[in-house]
């Protein structure tokens, strides 16, 4: 299912609201202003609760990210790039928008082919030539 960037950002926009962010301090480069400003985010988003979302959608959804999505049915995405927080909270809508779009793709189901004449003649000359070539490392006498 081909979505336009228009119904995504709908979609993305309606799930923002739907989800909270919290803001924590980060790790990692910041100096001094690494212990004072808490510039790392995290959102979460109930996926379960979710009222703009088909249940087929999310089925595919925690299928595909089932690592990042908690017991109580909450998908938590962080980020801390960058040291500041408007920065981070604008790569961590990117994430989902990625996510969102990613499991709206509904895989193409695979059509079941049969192997071709010659294919069969390859695998069953190429078994006989392994089982000859077995035969001839046996001992003369068995």
Not at 59 to 83: A, H, M, P, W
Not at 95 to 101: G, H, S
């Amino acid at each position: 299912m081909n979505i336009s960037q228009e119904a995504l950002q709908q979609l993305v926009s309606l799930i923002k609201s739907d989800s909270s962010l919290s803001f924590v301090r980060s790790s990692g480069s910041g100096g001094q202003n690494v212990n004072k400003v808490s510039s790392k985010v995290e959102l979460r988003w109930p996926i379960e609760q979710s009222v703009f979302v088909s249940p087929a959608f999310k089925n595919r959804f925690r299928q595909l990210y089932q690592n990042q999505i908690n017991q109580l049915g909450e998908l938590i995405l962080t980020c801390q790039v960058s040291r500041n927080q408007s920065d981070n909270v604008s790569e961590v809508f990117k994430k989902l928008t990625k996510m969102i779009k990613a499991a709206m793709m509904v895989p193409k189901p695979r059509v079941l082919t049969k192997p071709t004449y010659s294919a069969k003649r390859k695998r069953l000359t190429e078994k006989n030539k392994q089982g000859e070539k077995k035969l001839l490392r046996r001992k003369p006498n068995q």
